[in-house]
């Protein structure tokens, strides 16, 4: 991540700067605010702005309640309670707004969280950045065998640099044609006087898919808690989980009680089905199970063992 | 409207709090934040919180356009241009938190407008305020002789009272009948102590629809004005008017350029259809048209001539 | 229910229409296409239109997987796959669409799922029917003593026969008054000649929460599902269940094989947290555990041990 | 556009299935139904679903309205005048799916319509076709001078040859490296056996972003026509334009009598500001109004002058 200067300085403007209001703050969160975190090679994720804080959540469930629930939960007990039985309208009563800077297929999969606005860099209007994403070699891993969604061994040796190379010459030089095909160079200098360039909205169409992008993401807590529970799974792509480990460091930042609870309920829970609450219940009373006549199929019954690390039941 | 004591002071207290934040305030806002502003007879909206202000806009319009922006235009220049051109992103970037006193008939009118977070009082779970709302005289309307959804004429003298005094006969009955099945009264005390009352989720069932309710409602910028567009229009029943003419007034201490933009291209402004744009430019050509030849209906014609005050032409 | 003629005869109509389409169809869902199924005393919910069947959601999830998938999933482990997992978009591909008639206060319970389109009768434009709800004694409850929320016992005797006849008293008294106020009977009859009504805007907040309504309610399969769980759940209202139980049967016969998968994994599954996971595995491995050392609440405990069946073992 | 045979086989066999059903349907839309329109360069649109026809709209209008609506309006008029008021739900009541191939760049654009469910060709988990956007020589347009976001004069002789060579050569480099990388063709056949190829959601970031991508995309009528308002406009990108026109086509033989009404307010329309509608009066009156005096900025006064064709008024 290359900040321009003209950038660290208004991000050190923006960090000096001190209002006074009457809103509820997030102490933690205002700590980071309007820092640029790296993420990637060149990208970075900074918190710009947040509405909100644990309390609003408790007090949002408290109108819904009336006088009944203060007496009866404290703040911590209430909030478990709602995320444990999937309460979801007081958890939107926080909002949160992240600048983002990230790679062009990594903003595709992260687009597809719909309920959160946008306001994405133009390619149609300004010029994109010479700065495309290289996996680091630790995370250049081959296509799994066993699962058509996923990474296996890490790449080495000749093999590694050839793929690094690939990559880095072509972004390189679809980039290069990119500025002949403007006429113009990211700086706005002319290339040939004597020449007009394409339109930008075509000629965008030449840079490849690890090209950076920006935007600004504003979204509830309860939809960033949805994100987040997808995009900082295992199962998640390694490039997107980069930044949403990095988010879940500003929901701890920011909503502390809410995050605890959404450790223990959603991120490091599961759910088991009607059928493999039976099996644990056969297991529990000591009973004989195996796959077979379990009625679950082989890929559930492994899921299932996985999840309450029974791996020696794993078929 | 009548704040318990408990709940002026609470008030008293939110306006005394005074934090430290690097986020931008809209300081107009904050003057009245948590504020009860009365509306009807016992309702009330309080700005409870906020995010952004018009600077947030503009932030994101520039993240969009990138550094070109900034030379050719001035804030307000740009917030027009985008309000003129009905680019909606950019406004989402700012959120609004209102806490609202009013009756469930307007409430079902107001919770049509999906786009934003509602936490509700639970009449499931409390005991509803004996509070309902009886219309002033002076808004007392008889039913419109050509308009199938509005208002005619006011309705004075012996059959106004009638009136009012079904209204309150009936709310009063049906609220005490309330109390009488629950077997409690509002302020917890039991009413027979051999007795026990009917749940609550079913003895609500028996209130009248102008009983007051109250709600959390969150919503961004964009939407606010979606919402603000129909409900301070003329057409709007005038209870969700009364509501929506002060939220206007927040709006105004909020974001005040967005609200001169909504105010001129939005409230005042009028759409003119295909056919619509031809009789125009006739009229400014100066040649003769009439409603039968326009290729208008009579309703259209009318309405033409009603949006740009051409009254002599109406039909 | 008392359908009019007239609608029996357009439900007739409707349903001897025949038309050819290069569409799938349901042909479980055809046979009750627009019949109105009766719901509490005076409800009712018909099944309008519908787009796609179990075949839609494994074409959607192939065209995200690509060739690879036909090979390796029967069209039923696919969709189950898909719905442990939480794979949403696929099920956004069917669509169905409801016409339901409902007491007011269901509908506002009702209208709070936001992903859904609406189109409700207007009290506003029209006169409300002559109908509200009447709880069979069956399902006349008291409150409950441990669950603020909830129903307990249920009301018999003399106490039952006077909830039962305050309730109907107050709605017939009131939809008098409203039609008094008014100045019109539901037929259209004029009361009073010399007098003019009250716009009707006005004169239906006299009306109570168990009046029927009616709307048009569309989803996607999805939404409709995360409907049917809280819902179709034993901790819902006793009222809006009833209409779920019989949308559950719509289900079944719209798309079954979904619906196995949708009771197997939601209805009848549970979630476990990451504390509750450990329990789970010491139980399983035959070692003691009691509620006070296991860091679960003491509600938590009874929920886990609920959910699994360990009566014996709550507190 | 290059339909596999396979393809080409199960459109056919799609296209002569004939099922019984009770829904409306949509006579001229079944007609291509499932056909595969050809757009660009190797990109299609299908319907492939759809719910409802203009008969749905006015069903819809008519539960809100009641009654009373049957006798005043024919179906024409209620849609015309539902379209001019802004009404938005009952268009929500029709639904539509297409099967849609297009550029990654276009897909990106496409996407920021929000309110429409999506699944998408997962590059993750399968290869992609080997298929880019070249634009053809009359599309090949220089970056406007006076519009940042759009397109000037056609470019021409030896600079367009070398724009599209770069393009396609470019394009076809990345794919070939892509496949390298991969260690695996598009047909499935392994490049060289000793290596493993790199995971997919790698490789694919080294494709251009004029590659092509497919989806299914559903949405309703009303947000259909929000998005053809905006992609079918000649503000839009040319690429993306091309689809929304063979979309306004499907929408003429789904609901003609709406798409009448969409082509009249919409389309064909216009707004004006409050500030505007003065200017108007003024001209009609026959009063001398200039740029400078007028209360409007230069851009603003242009828009309005375009928009009346008043072109000699033009500054």
Same mark, same amino acid.
């Given at each position: 991540?290359?900040?321009?200067?003209?950038?660290?300085?208004?991000?050190?403007?923006?960090?000096?700067?001190?209002?006074?209001?009457?809103?509820?703050?997030?102490?933690?969160?205002?700590?980071?605010?309007?820092?640029?975190?790296?993420?990637?090679?060149?990208?970075?994720?900074?918190?710009?702005?947040?509405?909100?804080?644990?309390?609003?959540?408790?007090?949002?469930?408290?109108?819904?309640?009336?006088? *009944?629930?203060?007496?009866?939960?404290?703040?911590?007990?209430?909030?478990?309670?709602?995320?444990?039985?999937?309460?979801?309208?007081?958890?939107?009563?926080?909002?949160?707004?992240?600048?983002?800077?990230?790679?062009?297929?990594?903003?595709?999969?992260?687009?597809?969280?719909?309920?959160?606005?946008?306001?994405?860099?133009?390619?149609?209007? #300004?010029?994109?950045?010479?700065?495309?994403?290289?996996?680091?070699?630790?995370?250049?891993?081959?296509?799994?065998?066993?699962?058509?969604?996923?990474?296996?061994?890490?790449?080495?040796?000749?093999?590694?640099?050839?793929?690094?190379?690939?990559?880095?010459?072509?972004?390189?030089?679809?980039?290069?044609?990119?500025?002949?095909?403007?006429?113009?160079?990211?700086? *706005?200098?002319?290339?040939?006087?004597?020449?007009? *360039?394409?339109?930008?909205?075509?000629?965008?169409?030449?840079?490849?898919?690890?090209?950076?992008?920006?935007?600004?993401?504003? @979204?509830?807590?309860?939809?960033?808690?949805?994100?987040?529970?997808?995009?900082?799974?295992?199962?998640?792509?390694?490039?997107?989980?980069?930044?949403?480990?990095?988010?879940?460091?500003?929901?701890?930042?920011? @909503?502390?009680?809410?995050?605890?609870?959404?450790?223990?309920?959603?991120?490091?829970?599961?759910?088991? #089905?009607?059928?493999?609450?039976?099996?644990?219940?056969?297991?529990?009373? *000591?009973?004989?199970?195996?796959?077979?006549?379990?009625?679950?199929?082989?890929?559930?019954?492994?899921?299932?063992?996985?999840?309450?690390?029974?791996?020696?039941?794993?078929?």
């Amino acid at each position: 991540m290359k900040l321009t200067k003209e950038q660290q300085q208004e991000i050190k403007e923006l960090q000096s700067q001190e209002f006074k209001t009457k809103r509820v703050t997030a102490p933690e969160l205002e700590k980071i605010l309007f820092e640029a975190i790296p993420i990637l090679d060149h990208g970075f994720i900074r918190v710009i702005d947040y509405m909100g804080d644990d309390t609003s959540i408790v007090q949002a469930a408290r109108v819904s309640y009336g006088k *009944g629930t203060k007496k009866v939960s404290t703040d911590s007990g209430l909030i478990k309670y709602l995320m444990r039985h999937w309460h979801s309208t007081p958890f939107e009563m926080c909002e949160i707004k992240y600048h983002v800077k990230l790679p062009i297929f990594i903003a595709r999969q992260w687009i597809r969280h719909r309920t959160a606005n946008v306001n994405e860099y133009s390619a149609r209007y #300004s010029i994109l950045d010479k700065e495309f994403y290289l996996p680091s070699t630790e995370h250049l891993a081959a296509q799994s065998k066993n699962n058509r969604q996923g990474r296996g061994n890490i790449i080495k040796g000749e093999q590694a640099k050839k793929v690094l190379n690939l990559l880095k010459k072509d972004a390189e030089q679809t980039y290069d044609n990119y500025e002949m095909m403007l006429n113009e160079r990211y700086d *706005g200098s002319v290339i040939d006087e004597k020449e007009t *360039g394409l339109a930008r909205e075509l000629a965008r169409m030449n840079l490849t898919l690890n090209t950076y992008t920006q935007w600004y993401w504003k @979204t509830d807590l309860l939809n960033l808690m949805n994100f987040l529970r997808l995009r900082a799974d295992h199962h998640a792509q390694y490039e997107i989980r980069a930044y949403a480990d990095v988010m879940l460091d500003t929901l701890k930042r920011w @909503t502390p009680i809410t995050y605890e609870a959404f450790m223990d309920y959603r991120v490091g829970g599961t759910e088991v #089905s009607a059928k493999g609450k039976i099996i644990i219940q056969k297991f529990i009373r *000591g009973e004989k199970v195996n796959a077979e006549e379990s009625g679950l199929s082989k890929r559930e019954w492994n899921e299932l063992m996985e999840a309450f690390n029974l791996k020696d039941k794993q078929i």
